[in-house]
């Protein structure tokens, strides 16, 4: 009888034991090392997937292993009922990069924006206001609000019926914003760069626009940065990227903001920042969660904070992003390219391709090259912030040969 190797074993294990809930790539992981993972035999990664956006620090990095390994000898999970440091820290640093405002802590992305929906229903209440808008092409989380929210048919396939009180606007832009209004409008969810659908940046001007728009009709603006935050494009915020120099008023901040991803580098945490206008409306008993935002979680958060910011690697994922960017757009629709487009910011780049997207990363995962998948033709480029030039020079020479060799 022949022996079963341990990859078809852990294949197997998943086919007998795992919902499947997912379309997955041909590759059993054993372990990763800054960015690059290894397979079961061996054979090594360089990993741009990153989680999808969330290993900000390559994979097993060592301020993120010392910070697990220093708070669990200390105090791992005590509930919401007590006091912690790291919370409160991680709050402070958090308001610190955003504005002035508190933040909700969950476990995801889903219950980040889950926070801010309840926000709005809460805070819409007393004047009969209860409809969310978002853009079509948006992704904000696999719960019942989130593929409400969600600009996507394919994510709502199957659920219904889909929540009441939310309503896709069929074009990104301030224009359509406005025309796609009602007197039941409470609140706006906006990706400044949207991931799940093909890496779409909004257009900033609009952006700017949308956001005034809500000021002056008193509807909350919310910002969902779970996979294009954390500095992947330069800034903390991709929205702060996109209107930077263009807001009329500083202090026009939005409402609310979703972070998860790679807030944690790896470890699973959320959180929504909710401006100081509005902090109150969830007030006691209105909210909660069991595992959010437990001494464990924060601690490794803040420490992946300081440590982004302490190396400056914002400043070094926009200028590699940027390079791999314009080194990829020369080859776009050049003859024999499967390229069609480059589109993106920074350390989140999206490559339309003239074949389907789980065929183009089958292809690049056995060049040794992983990317993500996402919606019709296009890749993603998630790579670590701390990403060295020598590897994207490495991405940029497999991406090449692809491009030019699978017709």
């Known amino acids: 009888m022949q022996e079963i190797s341990e990859e078809q074993l852990i294949l197997d294990g998943y086919q007998q034991y795992i919902v499947p809930s997912y379309r997955r790539l041909p590759l059993v992981v054993d372990h990763g090392e800054g960015s690059y993972l290894w397979d079961i035999k061996g054979k090594k990664y360089l990993d741009f997937t990153g989680g999808i956006a969330v290993n900000v620090l390559g994979h097993s990095h060592p301020v993120v292993r010392e910070a697990l390994q220093q708070q669990s000898e200390k105090l791992i999970h005590c509930s919401n009922l007590y006091f912690h440091e790291p919370a409160w820290k991680l709050s402070r640093k958090i308001v610190s990069l955003i504005g002035q405002g508190k933040v909700f802590f969950s476990n995801s992305g889903a219950e980040a924006n889950e926070c801010l929906f309840k926000l709005a229903r809460r805070y819409g209440e007393s004047s009969n206001r209860f409809e969310i808008l978002s853009f079509e092409g948006s992704f904000h989380g696999r719960t019942l609000a989130g593929i409400a929210a969600t600009g996507q048919q394919r994510i709502k396939k199957g659920f219904g ?83 930077a120099e263009k807001m009329i008023d500083q202090n026009l901040l939005p409402d609310g903001v979703s972070l998860a991803k790679g807030l944690g580098g790896g470890f699973p945490i ?17 909210h909660g969660t069991t595992f959010g935002g437990s001494p464990l979680a924060c601690h490794v958060a803040l420490t992946v904070l300081e440590e982004i910011e302490r190396k400056g690697l914002n400043k070094n994922i926009l200028a590699m992003g940027n390079y791999l960017f314009s080194s990829l757009k020369n080859l776009e629709k050049k003859p024999q390219s499967l390229l069609q487009e480059v589109r993106g910011m920074g350390g989140m780049l999206g490559l339309e391709l003239s074949v389907p997207s789980f065929q183009a990363a089958i292809a690049l995962l056995e060049r040794g090259l992983l990317v993500a998948p996402s919606s019709g033709n296009t890749i993603r480029l998630l790579p670590p912030l701390n990403v060295s030039f020598e590897q994207i020079q490495e991405a940029e020479s497999i991406l090449k040969h692809f491009l030019f060799s699978m017709l």
């Open 270 to 286: 959320g959180a929504s920042w909710i401006n100081s206008e509005y902090c109150n409306v969830l007030d006691e008993g209105s």
């Open 161 to 243: 019926p889909t929540m009441p009180g939310f309503r896709t606007i069929p074009k990104a832009g301030a224009k359509e914003f406005v025309e796609s209004l009602s007197e039941k409008t409470v609140a706006l969810i906006v990706e400044p760069i949207q991931g799940e659908s093909g890496v779409h940046v909004f257009p900033s001007q609009d952006l700017v626009e949308i956001r005034e728009i809500c000021w002056e009709k008193k509807i909350l603006f919310f910002i969902d940065e779970i996979q294009c935050g954390l500095w992947r494009t330069g800034q903390f915020l991709a929205w702060q990227s996109l209107v």
